[in-house]
């Protein structure tokens, strides 16, 4: 593959053809925050806090770092005054479903994000998606899905199948950026409650 020249944070940076902005900073030791991301997965974009600011001919925009390719001659900035004002929102935003998460303290101290600005939903999932892309990218089970959209959008295991799979496997528990003990809770809701789910997810 021919090698990429671009710039991050004023650092001349080598990439080669098919890495992400993510891939290129990560490669160059510069830290890009992301929640829904793992190595093994193909790239979501979900948490967006990966955004970084894109300069190509003069002109800038905002990008979601782990989704955008490189390219050569490219300017990168990774901690911009808008970049930390969306991340800090986005920090925010999270804090209402998980205020209890260690990766999202860490960053809201980062980011001087205020845990309480937004009406808790306490949901205690992010919907980053990590471990339904995990169980249906990596382990070929799909044992647990997204139902709804929107703002009723969740995650569920689906029981029939979780039954069989999941007490033995459980690899998605600590991938999740809240606390694997929740997963461990749907998991045993939906093989409890089975009927109940289901019901939940029409």
């Known amino acids: 593959m021919s090698e990429i020249l671009l710039q991050i944070d004023g650092k001349e940076v080598k990439a080669t053809e098919g890495m992400t902005i993510l891939d290129a900073a990560k490669s160059a030791g ?111 089970k799909s044992a647990i899905t997204f139902v709804d959209c929107g703002a009723e959008r969740q995650i569920n295991f689906i029981p029939e199948i979780a039954a069989q799979e999941c007490w033995n496997c459980k690899e998605c528990f600590p991938l999740c950026p809240t606390s694997y003990l929740q997963a461990a809770y749907f998991l045993t809701e939906a093989l409890a409650f089975p009927r109940a789910k289901e019901a939940a997810a029409k």
């Not at 920090?91 to 001087?112: T, V």
């Not at 990590?130 to 169980?135: D, G, P, Q, T």
């Open 30 to 140: 510069i830290h890009i925050p992301t929640l829904c991301h793992h190595e093994k997965l193909e790239p979501y974009g979900g948490c967006r806090l990966c955004t970084v600011e894109i300069e190509t001919r003069g002109r800038s925009r905002l990008v979601a770092g782990c989704l955008f390719p490189v390219q050569a001659d490219l300017i990168v900035r990774t901690r911009t005054e808008e970049v930390d004002k969306l991340r800090k929102t986005i920090i925010e935003l999270l804090m209402a479903h998980a205020p209890d998460s260690f990766e999202l303290l860490a960053l809201a101290e980062e980011y001087g994000a205020d845990r309480n600005r937004f009406e808790k939903e306490s949901s205690f999932c992010l919907l980053c998606g990590l471990c339904v892309r995990y169980c249906n990218e990596v382990k070929k």
